[in-house]
T-cell receptor, first 114, second 115 residues
């Protein structure tokens, strides 16, 4: 069975500081991996995804994530936080079966201090 | 861009009512999903469908049913609403894995309150 663990339900950084949101997954087959962002009172928006190929994936708004198979991790980073990055972030893994369900982590709320 | 439209942004229903949440997507996606989102619990899958008239239970199907009569529309039904079904409900659609891997597209959500 597939699962996702996000370490830290709340992360707080100062504006301009590095953002690091951690995600570890469990999957018996090579997974598809995703990061989504949810701004207040909105649906989820895709930040970036890993399917195959290059393990360093760049997404929107300056975010990137690196797939590390040996560590079963897919951590999300951004070199310099902006106030507008404050939101909830979800890591997800998708199976390659017919249904292709997305399994989500519990989410990490990012706060950015001025 | 793919659009996933949920019919209502906010709903208030009474205990025992039958509630319909509608979701429509416009990109010919095979797969559609209903999740509920609760603080501290993340997103939990209620039901999903990978084809018309097909449905599969997710992790928390109790108290819910679904209908997919047309490819673009996936409805979530609360047979008899209860207060513990007060939540944010998110619909999503996506293509078949290995065929169209663009992740899911989510609707804006329906915040349901059962009183």
């Amino acid at each position: 069975a597939q699962s996702v663990t996000q370490l830290g339900s709340h992360v707080s950084v100062s504006e301009g500081a590095l953002v690091l949101l951690r995600c570890n997954y469990s999957s018996s087959v090579p997974p598809y991996l995703f990061w989504y962002v949810q701004y207040p009172n909105q649906g989820l928006q895709l930040l970036l995804k890993y399917t195959t190929g290059a393990t360093l994936v760049k997404g929107i708004n300056g975010f990137e994530a690196e797939f590390k198979k040996s560590e079963t991790s897919f951590h999300l980073t951004k070199p310099s936080a902006h106030m507008s990055d404050a939101a909830e972030y979800f890591c997800a893994v998708r199976g390659r079966d017919q249904g292709g369900k997305l399994i989500f982590g519990q989410g990490t709320e990012l706060s950015v201090k001025p | 861009d793919v659009k996933v439209t949920q019919s209502s942004r906010y709903l208030v229903k009474r205990t025992g009512e039958k509630v319909f949440l509608e979701c429509v997507q416009d990109m010919d996606h095979e797969n559609m999903f209903w999740y509920r989102q609760d603080p501290g619990l993340g997103l939990r899958l209620i039901y999903f469908s990978y084809d018309v008239k097909m449905k599969e239970k997710g992790d928390i199907p109790e108290g819910y049913s679904v209908s997919r009569e047309k490819k673009e529309r996936f409805s979530l039904i609360l047979e008899s609403a209860s207060t513990n079904q007060t939540s944010m409900y998110l619909c999503a659609s996506g293509g078949k894995p290995l065929v169209r891997e663009h992740g899911y597209t989510f609707g804006s959500g329906t915040r349901l309150t059962v009183v």
